[in-house]
C-alpha cells in the first residue's frame, strides 16, 4: 500500500512543523525537500496547505479521542488517570507555537470551530464519569457538585484555550492549561489530595 504510506509520511512531516512554526511559515517546497518526493506527489493527496493542516488537525483529534477513552474507562484510580490525562494535555500544548495560534484564527477560522466542538463534545464531556470517581475516593470536597464544576470548567478551558485568544496573549497554552487547574482544583480538592501527589508537573514526551 503505497500510496497510503506516502500520505502518512506527508502528514507525521508536516505536524510537527505546522505545529511549531505555524504553516503559513511553512511551504509546500520544504516539505518536499524534507520527504524527498516531488511537490506533485503531495499535491496528489492533498490540493492545499490548509488540506494538509486539515487533515493533521483531525488526526490529532482522533488520537485524543483514543487516549482519552483510553484512560477514562481503566480501571486506574482517580490519581493515576488523571495524571496521566494532563500529561497528555500538556505533551499537546507544549508543541503549539503561537505562529500556529495566529493562522488558525486568521485563516482557517472554521477549523478553530471544529476544534472547539471536539474538545468540548469529545474530550471533556467524557470527564464526568472521572471526577464522579475522584468524590468517591475522596480528592474532591463531599459539597462540590460535579456537573456544576464541569460547567464551569469548560467554559473555562473554551474561554481561553482558543487560537483567538491564545493569540493576543503572551502566555502559552501549556501555561494556561496549568493556570486554570491550579485555580480551578486547588478550590476542589480535599486537603489530603494536595498533599498526596501534584497535578501540575505531568511526565514529559510526545502525544
Known amino acids: 500500500m ?12 508536516a505536524e510537527d512543523k505546522f505545529l ?3 504553516f503559513s511559515k511553512v511551504t509546500v517546497d520544504e516539505l518536499a525537500a524534507d520527504l ?10 492533498f490540493p ?14 482522533k488520537r485524543i479521542e483514543r487516549q482519552v ?3 477514562v474507562e481503566s480501571d486506574q484510580p482517580f490519581e493515576q488517570k488523571f495524571t ?11 508543541r503549539i507555537g503561537k505562529q500556529f495560534q495566529k493562522d488558525i484564527k486568521r485563516h482557517m477560522p472554521e477549523l478553530e470551530r471544529e476544534m472547539e466542538t471536539f474538545r468540548r463534545e469529545k474530550v471533556f464531556g467524557k470527564l464526568i464519569p472521572l471526577f464522579q470517581q475522584a468524590k468517591a475516593e475522596g480528592f474532591l470536597r463531599e459539597d ?8 464551569v470548567f469548560t467554559n473555562a478551558v473554551q474561554g481561553i484555550m482558543t487560537p483567538s485568544v491564545l493569540a493576543m496573549h ?3 497554552a501549556e501555561e494556561a492549561f496549568r493556570q486554570i487547574f491550579r485555580v480551578l482544583f486547588e478550590g476542589i480538592l480535599t486537603n489530603d489530595a494536595r498533599q498526596r501527589f501534584n497535578f501540575f508537573t505531568p511526565s514529559q514526551g510526545r502525544l
Do not use: C, W
Open 144 to 151: 462540590l457538585n460535579v456537573e456544576i464544576f464541569m460547567l
Open 84 to 94: 496521566e490525562f494532563l500529561g497528555m494535555l500538556a505533551r499537546l500544548t507544549s
Open 2 to 13: 503505497p500510496e497510503i504510506h506516502e500520505k502518512d509520511r506527508i502528514l507525521n512531516s
Open 36 to 45: 524527498g518526493m516531488s511537490k506533485k506527489t503531495i499535491y496528489k493527496f
Open 69 to 71: 477513552t483510553t484512560i
Open 170 to 172: 503572551s502566555f502559552s
Open 48 to 61: 492545499s496547505k490548509e488540506d494538509i493542516m486539515r487533515a493533521i488537525m483531525r488526526m490529532i483529534m
Open 20 to 22: 511549531s512554526q505555524g
